[in-house]
Nanobody
Framework: QLQLAESGGGLVQPGGSMRLSCAAS????????IGWFRQAPGKEREGVSC???????VYADSVKGRFTISRDNAKNTVYLQMNSLKPEDTGLYYC??????????????WGQGTQVTVSS
């Protein structure tokens, strides 16, 4: 059974850092593009970053220069390093496996999400 599991969320102060992990089970993650999405209360789910099977990366303008996506194929895991966090980064963060880009329809498999709260 194909599963994705996010971890690493929590509460952090503005300006702080956090690393999210997306671990895959039941399939080899490196055959897929992996995307990170987030959803704030009352808002649409938006694409944050993605990484292709070849390692190419894409970032939303709102996180460029602050977030870094990477993958460790040996651990079947993708990471999202988030620095200089802002309150507007608060949301439920999901990882997904699919064909790539920051569009939700490109992804077939989704995790359950991990909550990130940026607040003082």
């Amino acid at each position: 059974q194909l599963q994705l599991a996010e971890s690493g969320g929590g509460l952090v102060q503005p300006g702080g850092s956090m690393r999210l992990s997306c671990a895959a089970s039941g399939f080899t993650l490196n055959y897929y593009a992996i995307g990170w999405f987030r959803q704030a209360p009352g808002k649409e789910r938006e694409g944050v970053s993605c990484i292709s099977s070849g390692g190419s990366t894409v970032y939303a303008d709102s996180v460029k220069g602050r977030f870094t996506i990477s993958r460790d194929n040996a651990k079947n895991t993708v990471y999202l390093q988030m620095n200089s966090l802002k309150p507007e980064d608060t949301g439920l963060y999901y990882c997904a496996a699919g064909r790539g880009s920051l569009q939700r329809y490109e992804y077939d498999y989704w995790g359950q999400g991990t909550q990130v709260t940026v607040s003082s």
